[in-house]
T-cell receptor, first 118, second 116 residues
Framework: KNQVEQSPQSLIILEGKNCTLQCNYTVSPFSNLRWYKQDTGRGPVSLTIMTFSENTKSNGRYTATLDADTKQSSLHITASQLSDSASYICVVSGPALMFSGGYNKLIFGAGTRLAVHP | DAGVTQSPTHLIKTRGQHVTLRCSPISGHKSVSWYQQVLGQGPQFIFQYYEKEERGRGNFPDRFSARQFPNYSSELNVNALLLGDSALYLC???????????????FGEGSRLTVL
């Protein structure tokens, strides 16, 4: 079964500290992995997209890594800010031929809820 | 340019009623997909439309239906509402419709449906 598991479920850190969020997936074959940030009650906003050939990608203070062999990804947040408080969702996609209709079926993790305290 | 817009933003219905949610994609985007997000969980795929054709359906009952119009806007319809349909319904648009691509997916702010 294609699944995406994220850990921890929730995390509290102090402003200015770094943190790392984990994502393990069983989607196979694999096409790409995305990290999204979702503020409470808002739509998700894309942070990074990585294909199987990429093993790291940065977007400002956010750095995502990918190990396609072990099917693991991490999102590292550097020098956290209060505005980083949100849910971070890992999303994995398989290639078109895996799913009927040729559509881009995205499999979402449940997210990690991050709270940054002053 | 406007992003993905969804309406209504909030609505309350009672069990057994019907609801229609609307989505306007980013200008030039031909792909629209719908997701259901129950509180505390990640979004679950419901439908994808590309060039006005249904390209995929998630594991949702036939009470859920959707369509895409010539201007690429979309509607999600849910009949015979159940309490469990209470969720944030997200619409996303993309310039590319087929899998295997790394096209950016842009989400709207969602429609919060409460079923009493």
């Amino acid at each position: 079964k294609n699944q995406v598991e994220q850990s921890p479920q929730s995390l509290i850190i102090l402003e200015g500290k770094n943190c790392t969020l984990q994502c393990n997936y069983t989607v196979s074959p694999f096409s790409n992995l995305r990290w999204y940030k979702q503020d409470t009650g808002r739509g998700p906003v894309s942070l990074t997209i990585m294909t199987f050939s990429e093993n790291t990608k940065s977007n400002g203070r956010y750095t995502a890594t990918l190990d396609a062999d072990t099917k693991q990804s991490s999102l590292h947040i550097t020098a956290s800010q209060l505005s980083d408080s949100a849910s971070y969702i890992c999303v994995v996609s398989g290639p078109a031929l895996m799913f009927s209709g040729g559509y881009n079926k995205l499999i979402f993790g449940a997210g990690t809820r991050l709270a940054v305290h002053p | 340019d406007a992003g993905v817009t969804q309406s209504p933003t909030h609505l309350i219905k009672t069990r057994g009623q019907h609801v229609t949610l609307r989505c306007s994609p980013i200008s030039g985007h031909k792909s629209v997909s719908w997701y259901q997000q129950v509180l505390g969980q990640g979004p679950q795929f419901i439908f994808q439309y590309y060039e006005k054709e249904e390209r995929g359906r998630g594991n949702f009952p036939d009470r859920f239906s959707a369509r895409q119009f010539p201007n690429y806007s979309s509607e999600l319809n849910v009949n015979a509402l159940l309490l469990g349909d209470s969720a944030l319904y997200l619409c996303a648009s993309s310039s590319k419709g087929l899998a295997g691509n790394t096209g950016e997916l842009f989400f709207g702010e969602g429609s919060r449906l409460t079923v009493l």
